[in-house]
């Protein structure tokens, strides 16, 4: 599946799976939130091409497609606002979740 005609929504779903993979587990929980963030139809997409591809893969198009989508540093904070989101929408930020967080943010 071809991530060049993704919406900014369909990113940040990504993303998100991403972070919660890094994490070592998506939950309920998680994806309840992801769909309440972007909606169904970004979140399905945003699945199937999370499942298909490998960890370098995915950490190439974080890094290739930020700029496009979340520029400068208001997008940094946007990203970072969301995944802040997630991590809290089980009620804890983990010590896990804060080095997932640094680590994705380094990709920018």
């Given at each position: 599946?071809?991530?060049?005609?993704?919406?900014a929504?369909?990113?940040?779903?990504?993303?998100?799976?991403?972070?919660?993979?890094?994490?070592?587990?998506?939950?309920?929980?998680?994806?309840?939130?992801i769909?309440?963030?972007?909606?169904?139809?970004?979140?399905?997409?945003?699945?199937?091409?999370?499942?298909?591809?490998?960890?370098?893969?995915?950490?190439e198009?974080?890094?290739?497609?930020r700029?496009?989508?979340?520029?400068g540093?208001?997008g940094?904070?946007?990203?970072?606002?969301?995944?802040?989101?997630?991590?809290?929408s089980?009620g804890?930020?983990t010590s896990?979740e804060h080095?997932?967080?640094?680590?994705?943010?380094?990709?920018?």
């Amino acid at each position: 599946m071809d991530t060049q005609d993704w919406t900014a929504n369909e990113f940040m779903a990504f993303i998100m799976f991403y972070a919660c993979e890094a994490n070592g587990r998506l939950t309920q929980t998680d994806c309840d939130w992801i769909k309440g963030r972007v909606g169904d139809a970004s979140f399905q997409k945003a699945e199937a091409v999370f499942k298909s591809r490998v960890d370098i893969e995915m950490i190439e198009i974080i890094a290739d497609m930020r700029k496009r989508f979340f520029p400068g540093e208001e997008g940094k904070s946007k990203i970072h606002q969301d995944l802040v989101g997630l991590f809290k929408s089980d009620g804890k930020f983990t010590s896990m979740e804060h080095h997932v967080l640094h680590e994705i943010e380094r990709l920018f």
